[in-house]
């Protein structure tokens, strides 16, 4: 009857509606007879003794059990590929962290002639040093979401990592308009606050993307997900 079972899949359930119903009724009647024989004459201790030769198997005759199990439903592996892809983005959100705020404290000089009462008049930054960093950093962020992305998505979270691409080219683009701004407007000798009053327009935008990109991956995580800092 399985053999028939199996047939019937590779031809596609060509069969009459009428025997497809008699061979599944007789299916579930092999079962409930399958069943009813082994609550009277199972035992985990030794086979049947009208097993004959087979008795000399004793483990496959409990192997057997296992696999009445999983014809039933009662034994089975759960699914876990969504708790296993979302495990994978809680991991690139945690090494994309840390690129985003490792310390590079070689991009500043420090200001002998600064003001006490300024502390962000200390020091200087180096444009070529802070662009190379920054240049860095994105590269190896975008290298953390293309092994993301070599990942098989879930059905059930394919919504969600679409938005995350989304969200994804959204903060690329706002890096690289910040790039671009720095490259443009930085001088060599500004302090770290001339720095900092000079970004302030494009730092919005790019906090947007940031807020954009860390909710995408929290809805995809299934859980607080925070990829870069504020």
């Given at each position: 009857?399985g053999n028939v079972?199996?047939?019937?899949?590779?031809?596609?359930?060509?069969f009459?509606?009428?025997?497809?119903?008699?061979?599944?009724?007789?299916?579930?009647?092999?079962?409930k007879q399958?069943?009813?024989?082994?609550?009277?004459?199972?035992?985990?201790?030794?086979?049947?003794?009208q097993?004959?030769?087979?008795s000399?198997?004793?483990?496959?005759?409990?192997?057997?059990?296992e696999?009445?199990g999983?014809?039933?439903?009662?034994?089975?592996?759960?699914?876990?590929?969504v708790?296993d892809?979302q495990?994978?983005?809680q991991?690139?959100?945690?090494?994309t962290?840390?690129?985003?705020t490792?310390?590079?404290?070689?991009i500043?000089q420090?200001?002998?002639?600064?003001?006490?009462?300024?502390p962000l008049?200390?020091?200087?930054?180096?444009?070529?040093?802070l662009?190379?960093?920054a240049?860095?950093?994105?590269d190896?962020?975008k290298?953390e979401f293309i092994v993301?992305d070599?990942?098989?998505?879930?059905?059930?979270l394919?919504?969600?990592k679409?938005?995350?691409n989304?969200?994804e080219?959204?903060y690329d683009?706002a890096?690289?308009?910040?790039?671009?701004f720095?490259?443009?407007?930085l001088?060599d000798?500004?302090t770290?606050?001339?720095v900092n009053?000079?970004?302030?327009?494009?730092?919005?935008?790019q906090?947007?993307?940031?807020a954009?990109?860390?909710?995408?991956?929290?809805?995809?995580a299934?859980?607080?997900c925070?990829?870069t800092?504020?």
């Amino acid at each position: 009857m399985g053999n028939v079972l199996i047939f019937a899949e590779h031809q596609g359930g060509h069969f009459p509606k009428t025997t497809l119903t008699a061979i599944h009724a007789g299916l579930d009647l092999a079962k409930k007879q399958g069943l009813a024989w082994l609550q009277e004459n199972f035992s985990a201790r030794a086979c049947p003794p009208q097993a004959g030769m087979w008795s000399m198997f004793y483990a496959y005759y409990l192997y057997s059990l296992e696999r009445v199990g999983v014809l039933y439903g009662i034994l089975h592996h759960p699914d876990t590929s969504v708790t296993d892809y979302q495990k994978q983005v809680q991991a690139t959100c945690v090494r994309t962290h840390g690129i985003l705020t490792a310390s590079h404290s070689d991009i500043f000089q420090f200001n002998p002639s600064f003001n006490i009462s300024s502390p962000l008049e200390g020091l200087v930054v180096d444009k070529a040093g802070l662009i190379r960093v920054a240049q860095s950093s994105m590269d190896s962020v975008k290298q953390e979401f293309i092994v993301l992305d070599q990942q098989t998505v879930p059905k059930a979270l394919q919504s969600q990592k679409k938005a995350l691409n989304q969200a994804e080219n959204r903060y690329d683009f706002a890096l690289q308009k910040q790039l671009q701004f720095v490259e443009a407007n930085l001088r060599d000798g500004m302090t770290l606050r001339q720095v900092n009053d000079l970004g302030g327009e494009s730092n919005a935008t790019q906090s947007s993307a940031k807020a954009g990109l860390n909710g995408a991956l929290t809805a995809l995580a299934g859980s607080e997900c925070t990829a870069t800092p504020p």
